[in-house]
Every structure is written in structure tokens, then in C-alpha cells.
């Protein structure tokens, strides 16, 4: 990947070779001068806190039209999306516009990438200001024209008369348009006239990266650039008491160790040079190692004894239903890592004052502040731009990789800083995702129906990500350290360890509690869905020990406390698709699962059933097929949505089946593959199927973590049918399936 050409909307407006749709509040959205009122509604999406449409909308003097959003892509897909949804409301061709990510310098200050709100956050903005934009454009050409908006159409990029005559958008906007912020409701076209919207359009981001083109920040080669890595203490708090770097510093193609405190890194040449060069400057070093880790063996005993902060986050009552049958359970998920699969990486250059940062931060705004704050820079001198890394979802080692190359960047002026970490360093100093138990106690009444309900969740904070630059490694290494912020709860309704703790269903009687742990033993941070994973795991497992406590089918068992009609049409969806049968009996030594969660209580809707087969000889479990079914809204790209719930299914089966970080006293224990192993590609399903339920003209509901949940109580439970035996402690690895088979 060479040099990438840099966008400036500023540097455009002065050159005059292109315009932005900037716009104000006069003109053709001017509100009226009424008498004081009540606030008028926000704009939708991100479009509360940026308004202005030039912060999502440009448009060329040649034509070429330019969409940006503040999102990063993770490879979620949304970049197709986003460009499907701009060019159905401004009636363009898909090919005639392109899309620019998260950029400090151009593009608007959506915060972090996450929690599957892209679509709902960024996607309505871009829909809203691209409509608002047409609009605009429609009463241009009409007052250009002498004629009523309502004869006018827009296609093809441009606004044609009813006698053919047409202006394109590059001469509409060729003039002095007015600065409009956008407005709480804008002229959406009607979801039945959709070209774009609702196609299964290609991916944008595949092509580079399924023929080994420039595809990640790993691929970035700038002129005169040079390698750094990064000499990682061997374990948490390590203090470095000795490095002689003069033999280092005569290795061929060395030009510079850069050491700040605890902060050791070297700098060469060439890729190979740096590595060799690393190698011996560890080796030359020595340092103080303290054990601070708790035991492994027992995380339940370590977390519930932790203080913690408890909080009751819902409760419900009614003296009239009561319970007569009662069934308790205790649900484990340990530290588990985003295992990416292309170690973080970043590129920095220091130029005149400046820091350019190239990054696959999933935030590229806060990443910038705790750069900032760690070079004592004004953040205005500081530039983040993402570019794709090559695995994540979560805070993973990206800001920390930023945060390396800026610090080591600002030592070598002038020179591009390309700095990867080796896999050991991201295995064992990633942020990982925290350890959580949940405890579940639950009534049936005399018809079988919950009666009670009481869910405890036990979890550390699920994100330290980046904002200040206690954060980041390199600032906490410093020989003046920035101190790590304080952990916080995330608040609900979208939550952080308690995210999906309360039921989606209908109890009676429901009460739950989130226990906060402020203290972590592990470096740990946001991972892909946060607590609901776990939680769901953990109430889908619950929900088929109740049913079978009941008598009862699962997939019936759901219904019955079930009200929302979205979620049932789901439910049924993926049982009808799977061909699940009350009653059904499993062919031998395979049993059937079935799992539903609406991600947060507010996002999309997923249910889940498997098939999985154990080999009771050696305990060893393999996912043979799995049915879901899908409502995320208003579906803009159906096999993008597709590969979002296929990514979701097998990412959760490698956390349920195998994943697990392990440690001793003192260090992370689990730096490769070997100790911590993935699924592999002979173990992948041999069938999923995905099944949408389309609702044109929904709001967007996020996508991208709805499944994993259900893919984990899914797995679980149709492994319980499969073996008669319950599982409660992730990872559920062939060696637990086996103690269990045999107890």
C-alpha cells in the first residue's frame, strides 16, 4: 500500500476545483420565526452531533460525489452499505460515488465503532443527509428552471424537466449554495421504488483482499519509511533494571533505540533488520517481575470474592404467580482474546510539529486525544486515519500499536514509523475480554410457566478503550507514566457487563443484579458484544434447563413468555427453516440446540438452531449445521447481513468450543496458537443458512453482534441434548465434554 491520497475539505473549498453541499439554516429549510416553542426534534442518527450535511455529503464540479462517515470498517461490510444507501437517495449509480472512513482531517466525530450502531448511527445519517442534499438540489435546479419543484425528478445524478432538460448535480451545486444543517424529517424515497437499497451488491472491501492486494494498515509501505518493534516487558508492572544497547546499536540496518522508562523499542531498515535487532535488545535487558495474577483454576471463587459494586438494574413483581418448582444454575466465561489474526500495526510520521497516524483504531477521534495527551501535543497537530488491520472487533492491541509508532515517530522526525507487534506481544498484552460468572435461580408454576426470575452477573468494566492516554501501553511504560483511568460501568439500556442481563421475555416476577468489579487482574477492554455473550449464554442455557424441568419443547417453551412479535416471528422463522419438530428425537450421538436474543434489548432480532455432533469416545464436539434467522430492520445489503451472522456463528463456536487465555502467577501463559487455539478450518460447519426478515422502511437495527450470543447457547444446548449432560463453564472443550460423558 503506497502513500494514500489525503482528503481535505478544507484545502478543497480553497482550490475551487470541487464544491462541498455546505448549507445553512436559511434557504430552502429556513424555519420559521414563530413565538418561543418547545426544542425543535434532533435530526436523526449521527447527525445530532454532526449536523451540517458537508460533514456527510460532496459533491465535484466534475460529478463525483464523496460520502464520509466517522465509522471505521472492520470489515462489517458497511462501506458497500453506506455507498448503496447514498446513492439510492440521491438517485446516482452505486459506481459514481465513493466512500472515505474515519479521518480526524475530514470526516465527523462519531466516537467509536461499536456496539453494532454503524447502520443505525452513521447509515441514518448518511440516508437523512443524502435525501436532505436532493432536496436541495431539486428546489436549485427548480428556481434555475422557473419551475415547481413537484414537476422535477431526480435520476443519474442530476434533476431532469419534464421536457428532458437536464442539470446535473455538479452544476447545481456550481453555485453559491446556502449552508443548511440538516432537519428532524427529511423526504426519504418510498421503499417500494428501491434499486440500490435491499441488493446484494459486491463488497467493496473483498477484491484487495482475496488477491493479496494492499487490503490492511499491515500492507502500508510509504516512502523512506522505516521499521520499529517494540520490546514488551515479560509480564504486568515488570520494571526494566537493565538494557546495554551498545552491541544492538551496531547491528546492520539499525538506526535508532528509542528508550522512554519502561519504553524500549528499536528502529530499522528493513522489517527483518528490526526483528533480529529486537530479539537481542530483549535478550540484553533485564527486569523485575512481580506476581500479581490470581488463580486460574478457580476464576468463580476469584470474581465473586473481588469487592463489587451491585446494583439491581430491573425488578419486577406480582404476588399472584408463584412457583412450585425450583431450578438454580452457575455460568462461567474466562479472560478470552480477539486472537487477530494479523498482529496490530501502525504507521506514524513526525513532520513539522505534526503527527500523522495511520490505524485500525475502531475510534479514531478518541485514539487522537490519548495520542495527544501523551506527546503533549495539541490534539489539533495530531491526525488519525483509519485504515483497515486484519482482525478485530473490540479493543484489541490497534490504539496500543498507535500509540507505539506516535511516541517512536516523534523520535525519528520526518520518517514514516511502520511498528508490528510480533504474535506473542499481541496475545499476551491485547486487552482481553473479561471474565464473567453469572448465577441464575428461576420458578415454574403449576403450568409450567416461569414464575420467578433472578439473574446475577458478576464482571469487570468492558472498556478501557482509549480518550485519555492512561490507555495505552506506551504512555503507561513512560519513565512518567500516565496512570490508567479509573473503570466505569457502562451505562444501560445498552450496558457493558450487564448488556442483555435483563430478559427479553415475560416473567411475572424478575429481578436483576449487576455486580461491578471495579479491580482486574488481567489488562482487559471492550470484545466483540460485550457482556451479551455471556449473558446470553448464560439465559438461553437456563431457558432449556427450564423447559426440560418443565416438560416442555424449547422452541414452545420460548413462545409462551414471549410477547414481542418481531422476536416470535424470528423464533419461528429459524425452527420452521431448521425443520425442528416438538419432540423431535436426534439421530445417535448428535443432539439439536436452540437459542433468541434481541442484541441489547434494542437492536436486531436473532434465533439460532443447531445441530451438533460429540464423539463420546474422545468427547470432541463439531458443529454439523446451523439455521438462523435475522431481523435487523430495513436490510440494505442482504449478503452483507448474511456474512455478518455467518461471522457471528463461527466466531462464537471458537469462543464457546475452545477459547480460553491462561496465566500463571505471574504471566499471560497463552502466546501462541498452541495455548490458546482457535477453531480450525477442518472444524468449520458444514452448512449455515441465513434467513432474513426483510421490513422495508424499519429503522436500520445493528447487525453485527446479534448472533453470537445465540450461537453460543445454541452450541451448548444442542451439545446437552447430544450427551444428556450440562455444560455451565466456557470454553465447553472436548476434554470438559468428555469428564462430563463419563461422570
Not at 52 to 78: P, S
Not at 358 to 363: A, F, L, R
Not at 410 to 426: D, F, N, S, T, Y
Not at 698 to 704: A, Y
Request: glycine share 8%.
Amino acid at each position: 500500500m503506497n502513500a494514500p491520497v489525503i482528503l481535505d475539505r478544507r484545502r478543497v473549498l480553497a482550490g475551487g476545483g470541487a464544491l462541498i453541499v455546505s448549507f445553512s439554516l436559511t434557504g430552502a429549510f429556513a424555519q420559521q420565526q414563530d413565538a418561543p416553542a418547545a426544542p425543535a426534534p434532533s435530526p436523526p442518527g449521527s447527525l445530532k452531533t454532526s449536523p451540517y450535511l458537508d460533514a456527510w455529503i460532496r459533491i465535484d464540479a466534475d460529478d463525483g460525489i464523496t460520502v464520509f462517515t466517522g465509522k471505521a470498517e472492520l470489515g462489517q461490510g458497511f462501506k458497500t452499505a453506506f455507498q448503496q444507501i447514498a446513492a439510492e437517495e440521491l438517485d446516482v449509480a452505486f459506481g459514481s460515488l465513493k466512500v472515505v472512513t474515519a479521518d480526524t482531517k475530514v470526516t465527523a466525530n462519531e466516537g467509536y465503532t461499536s456496539g453494532s450502531n454503524s447502520m443505525k448511527d452513521s447509515g441514518t445519517a448518511i440516508q437523512n443527509a443524502a435525501a436532505q442534499a436532493r432536496e436541495l438540489l431539486v428546489a436549485e435546479a427548480a428556481k434555475r428552471l422557473d419551475l415547481p419543484v413537484e414537476n422535477l425528478r431526480t435520476a443519474d445524478g442530476a434533476v431532469i424537466a419534464p421536457d428532458g432538460k437536464r442539470l446535473s448535480y455538479g452544476e447545481l451545486v456550481a453555485g453559491d449554495m446556502l449552508h443548511v444543517q440538516a432537519q428532524p424529517k427529511s423526504k426519504l424515497k418510498n421503499p417500494a421504488t428501491y434499486r440500490v437499497i435491499g441488493q446484494s451488491v459486491p463488497r467493496v472491501d473483498i477484491p484487495a483482499k482475496v488477491t493479496g492486494g494492499a487490503a490492511y494498515v499491515q500492507d502500508m509501505r510509504l516512502p523512506g519509511m522505516v521499521h520499529a518493534r517494540v520490546v514488551r516487558p515479560p509480564s504486568y508492572g515488570a520494571q526494566l533494571t537493565e538494557c546495554d544497547t551498545s552491541a544492538v546499536e551496531k547491528l546492520p540496518g539499525v538506526v535508532k533505540i528509542v528508550r522512554d522508562g519502561n519504553f524500549l523499542a528499536v528502529v530499522a531498515e528493513k522489517e527483518f533488520q528490526s526483528i533480529k535487532a529486537m530479539n537481542a535488545l530483549a535478550a540484553a535487558t533485564k527486569w523485575k517481575e512481580t506476581a500479581s495474577l490470581p488463580k486460574q483454576d478457580d476464576l468463580l471463587a476469584v470474581l465473586t470474592s473481588l469487592p463489587s459494586q451491585n446494583t439491581t438494574i430491573f425488578e419486577r413483581s406480582n404476588a399472584s404467580a408463584t412457583g412450585q418448582k425450583t431450578l438454580e444454575a452457575i455460568y462461567t466465561r474466562p479472560y478470552q482474546a480477539h486472537g487477530s489474526i494479523g498482529p496490530s500495526c501502525a504507521v506514524a510520521q513526525f513532520v513539522d510539529g505534526a503527527m500523522t497516524v495511520w490505524t485500525h483504531t475502531q475510534g479514531v477521534y478518541p485514539d487522537r486525544q490519548g495520542i495527544a495527551e501523551m506527546l503533549r501535543m495539541p490534539p489539533a497537530s495530531v491526525r488519525l486515519i483509519h485504515v483497515e488491520g486484519s482482525g478485530c472487533y473490540g479493543h484489541n492491541g490497534a490504539d496500543d500499536a498507535a500509540a507505539d509508532a506516535a511516541l517512536i515517530a516523534r523520535a525519528l522526525p520526518g520518517r514514516p514509523v511502520r511498528v508490528q507487534w510480533m504474535r506473542e506481544q499481541e496475545h499476551a498484552w491485547e486487552p482481553y475480554g473479561p471474565a464473567m460468572v453469572t448465577k441464575l435461580k428461576a420458578s415454574l408454576d403449576g403450568n409450567g410457566k416461569i414464575a420467578d426470575w433472578n439473574f446475577e452477573v458478576f464482571s469487570n468494566t468492558h472498556s478501557m478503550r482509549p480518550g485519555g492516554a492512561g490507555s495505552m501501553l506506551a504512555a503507561q511504560h513512560m519513565a512518567q507514566p500516565f496512570a490508567l483511568p479509573a473503570p466505569r460501568p457502562l451505562p444501560l439500556p445498552e450496558g457493558g457487563g450487564d448488556r442483555n442481563a435483563i430478559p427479553f421475555y415475560n416473567f411475572p416476577n424478575a429481578r436483576v443484579v449487576h455486580h461491578f468489579i471495579p479491580a482486574m487482574p488481567l489488562r482487559i477492554s471492550a470484545m466483540r458484544a460485550l457482556g451479551a455473550y455471556h449473558n446470553v449464554f448464560s439465559i438461553e442455557s437456563f431457558m432449556d434447563e427450564l423447559a426440560t424441568l418443565a416438560g416442555a419443547d424449547p422452541v414452545e417453551f420460548r413462545l409462551k413468555h414471549l410477547d414481542d412479535s418481531r422476536g416470535r416471528d424470528v423464533i419461528e422463522k429459524a425452527a420452521q427453516s431448521f425443520g425442528w419438530k416438538a419432540g423431535q428425537t436426534s439421530p445417535q450421538d448428535r443432539g439439536f440446540g436452540f437459542a433468541f436474543a434481541r442484541y441489547k434489548n434494542l437492536a436486531a432480532y436473532c434465533a439460532i438452531a443447531s445441530e451438533v455432533e460429540v464423539n463420546r469416545e474422545t468427547g470432541r464436539p463439531r458443529l454439523i449445521r446451523a439455521v438462523a434467522a435475522v431481523d435487523s430492520g430495513q436490510v440494505v445489503n442482504p449478503d452483507g447481513l448474511i456474512n455478518q451472522i455467518e461471522g457471528a456463528i463461527v466466531q462464537s463456536m471458537s469462543w464457546t468450543l475452545y477459547e480460553s487465555v491462561s496465566f500463571d502467577d505471574t504471566r499471560i501463559t497463552s502466546i501462541d496458537w498452541q495455548t490458546y487455539p482457535i477453531l480450525r478450518f477442518d472444524a468449520v460447519p458444514e452448512s449455515i443458512e441465513v434467513h432474513i426478515i426483510n421490513r422495508p422502511g424499519q429503522p436500520f437495527l445493528g447487525s453485527g453482534e446479534t448472533g453470537q450470543g445465540p450461537a453460543a447457547a445454541s452450541i451448548a444446548n444442542a451439545i446437552a441434548n447430544a450427551t444428556g449432560r450440562r455444560l455451565r463453564n466456557l470454553p465447553l472443550t472436548r476434554k470438559r465434554i468428555k469428564q462430563a460423558i463419563d461422570a
